[in-house]
């Protein structure tokens, strides 16, 4: 008796044995989960719970891909990293990139031909709010006062730079607070700033903030030597009444806001086809994040606008959605 426990023993021992082993080969025989960050913009806005939602999306459908969506600067700073290889996807404002991407401006020692676009996403508004009876009437009369100008390079930043110049004043001639857009806002109703510029999507939570707690107006784009000037932003009338108590139609430049990746972020074009067939195939689970997202990215209109060359899994993907692809988004090395 006491020999066939033993035995027992002894068997059950092995075959624990055996199916640990297995258990350790099978680990060491599955791919390694690849974890990659999405860059995205502050918490305020549309584009961080949309790059979240869109990451956990990528990480639920694709094998082998692990997503997280961060709060970053937004579009000059996602640039920067997806060029360095610190993201593998991010946002950028469509101005942005296509600066980027022929080493214009700002970026005119550092291009960033890497870059290749996904699909579009919001519009990106470029808004100008001072209080109702601010005697500034134009960006011409910022001289001398103290500006919201966004923080300090991000994309909205450099869209003030060109604007001022445009009127023909520069930092010098005011007085630039670097602050993203929910401190503008407590600032200007605080009287800590005259004004402030932004890029923020129509009736976002910090906009809406402002104008139901104070009395404010906006500033109007209407000049068409303006857009001619800046042919990567499109004229939009914001309809009277959008926001509370601004009862006049307000002129505005827009542009759209691109996913972006990079041929640094070590995705393969099997890879990024994945990803965009999840996100597009499965849209109804980050579609509804905020109204802007809900309404503005859709598969229609998701090649609207790309300012830098596709990246061939993109191409592949819409391809076999029946999209006819202009030729200037088709990248060097595509084949």
């Known amino acids: 008796m006491k020999k066939t426990v033993l035995l027992v023993l002894v068997i059950g021992v092995c075959l624990m044995g055996l199916f640990a082993q297995g258990d350790k080969e099978s680990a060491a025989a599955a791919p390694a989960l690849r974890r990659y960050s999405i860059g995205t913009a502050g918490t305020a806005g549309s ?42 996807m991010g946002i950028s404002q469509s101005e942005i990139a296509y600066l980027a991407y022929n080493g214009l401006g700002d970026f005119a020692k550092r291009q960033a031909d890497d870059l290749r676009s996904l699909f579009s996403t919001i519009y990106s508004y470029i808004q100008v709010f001072t209080l109702a009876d601010s005697p500034i009437n134009s960006i ?5 006062k103290a500006i919201g100008v966004g923080a300090a390079g991000s994309g909205g930043e450099m869209a003030a730079r ?19 857009e929910s401190e503008a806002v407590s600032a200007l109703k605080d009287n800590k700033i005259a004004a402030f510029l932004c890029t ?53 430049p827009i542009s759209r806001v691109l996913m972006l990746t990079s041929t640094k972020a070590g995705l393969s074009e099997d890879d990024v086809y ?34 830098v060359p596709m990246h061939s899994g993109a191409i592949k993907y819409f391809k076999e959605k029946g999209f006819d692809l202009d030729a200037s988004l088709y990248p060097p090395e595509y084949k």
């Open 274 to 307: 994945e990803i965009v067939k999840a996100i597009w195939e499965n849209r109804s689970e980050w579609g509804s994040v905020t109204s802007a997202v809900s309404k503005q990215v859709v598969l229609e209109t998701a090649l609207s606008e790309l300012s």
């Open 47 to 88: 584009l961080y719970p949309m790059g979240v939602s869109m990451a956990e999306t990528i990480t639920k459908h694709v094998d082998g891909l692990a997503f997280t969506g961060e709060a970053t600067a937004a579009s000059v700073e996602n640039v920067r990293n997806l060029t360095s290889g610190k993201l593998a």
């Open 140 to 144: 011409a009369d910022f001289k001398g």
């Open 162 to 180: 060109m604007i001022l110049d445009y009127y023909g004043l520069s930092y010098d001639d005011i007085k630039p607070q670097f602050i993203p």
């Open 200 to 252: 923020h999507p129509l009736k976002s939570a910090a906009l809406m903030d402002l104008t139901t707690s104070a009395k404010v107006k906006m500033i109007s784009f209407e000049d068409p030597s303006f857009y001619e000037a800046f042919p990567f932003w499109t004229r939009y009338v914001i309809p009277a009444g959008t926001y509370t108590n601004v009862d006049e139609e307000v002129t505005v």
